[in-house]
């Protein structure tokens, strides 16, 4: 049956039992890493949320990961989303942990642009290769980023790895939905914005997880770019992490040993 109920399609809370505890959660994990593993912070712009939190390692540096926040382009900021780093950082890796305007003060586009510039930042920062990873609109952010024209070309070429965790790829069905009235998604962007409808960096390494009990739209994104991008000469995979749900879903890259940790540093890919 074809979808009729577009903001039910993209809902996901309304279908995750005890959804407000995992959001709750989220704070106090990051609040513990950060006690621990006090970050330093860069600023990347004017703005107030323009800013890194940047996790340096113990021992020497194994490259650079970037993880982007999730919240629909419209909430939370490394505060919920810091705890993330510790898979990563478990291995060596620095890991920078992107804030960035919410909409409405931001269109997408806009996000776009300063993710990027955060990128360019945290590379400045770190040498060696760069993954980037993040989860739904992050998922998003951190695919846009693989696109050919988003990053310059120094940085591009770095890139070892983009896993997007429940991403949205493909941006029109949010034309249908009443988030779009803080989104102001038009047709013109909705296009532009998606990383599904874009060319690919040369010789990308992708890799698309989402946990198989998340909503069907959410499966059908994470699929659609990993299938569309294989066919533009990306290397490609989608996972479905078993019995995981939207917000469960990361606690396999906050684990030094889940399965999106060991997929974001794996250097067999296949």
Known sequence: MPITDWDDAYANAAHIPGAETFLSDWPERSRRLRAAHAPDRLIYGSGARQTIDLYRPKTASQGLTVI?????????????????A??????????????????????????????????????????????????????HLVTRM????????????????IVSVSGVHDLRPLLRTQMNATLRLDSAEALAESPALQRPLEALRLT???????????????????????GRGAETRAMQLAGKHHFDVIDALADPDGVLTRALLDQNFS
């Open 68 to 84: 982007v926040h999730g919240g629909y382009w419209m909430r939370f900021s490394p505060a919920e989303f810091g705890f993330l």
């Open 86 to 139: 510790a898979g990563p950082l478990a291995h060596g890796q620095s890991v920078a942990v992107v804030s960035y305007t919410l909409a409405p003060d931001a269109r997408i586009a806009a996000i776009t642009a300063e993710v990027a510039r955060a990128v360019t930042m945290a590379a400045a920062a770190v040498p060696g290769p760069i993954r980037l990873t993040g989860h739904s609109a992050g998922g």
């Open 146 to 161: 693989g696109c050919v024209g988003v990053l310059q070309a120094e940085v591009a070429a770095r890139i070892a790895h």
């Open 208 to 230: 698309c997880a989402v946990g198989s009990d998340e909503r069907p739209e959410f499966i059908r994104q994470n699929d659609l770019l990993a299938n569309i991008w294989w």
